[in-house]
């Protein structure tokens, strides 16, 4: 059983930085693509950042120059460095991973997609 656990939300001032956290657990070989989205009520959830195996990464203009997507394959870990921060980035955060659980799913490119729960990410003063 994959899941991923997302760590490291909670309360910012406007320009301060936060970092999450998107940790795989259980049975697997490797993260592929990963990325982390964000929700606020009302509102579909929307790309924040993605990343590929091979490191190439994409962002959403609003937070081009602000955060950074990174990974650690060694851990099988995610992360978004968050920076500069404005109160408009308020919301709850998810990640979403493409993993593989063995080497011969990693080889046929066969991947099972799993959401972390959310974590929420509050920027006032």
């Known amino acids: 059983q994959v899941q991923l656990v997302e760590s490291g939300g909670g309360l910012a001032q406007p320009g301060g930085s936060l970092r999450l956290s998107c940790a795989a657990s259980?049975?697997?070989?490797?993260?592929?693509?990963a990325a982390w989205y964000r929700q606020t009520p009302g509102k579909q959830r929307e790309l924040v950042a993605a990343i590929r195996s091979g490191g190439s990464t994409v962002y959403a203009d609003s937070v081009k120059g602000r955060f950074t997507i990174s990974r650690d394959n060694a851990k099988n870990t995610v992360y978004l460095q968050m920076s500069s921060l404005r109160p408009e980035d308020t919301a709850v955060y998810y990640c979403n991973a493409h993993c593989s659980i063995s080497y011969a799913d990693y080889v046929n490119q066969r991947y099972l997609e799993r959401w972390g729960q959310g974590t929420l990410v509050t920027v006032s003063s």
């Open positions: 259980g049975t697997i070989f490797s993260i592929n693509a």
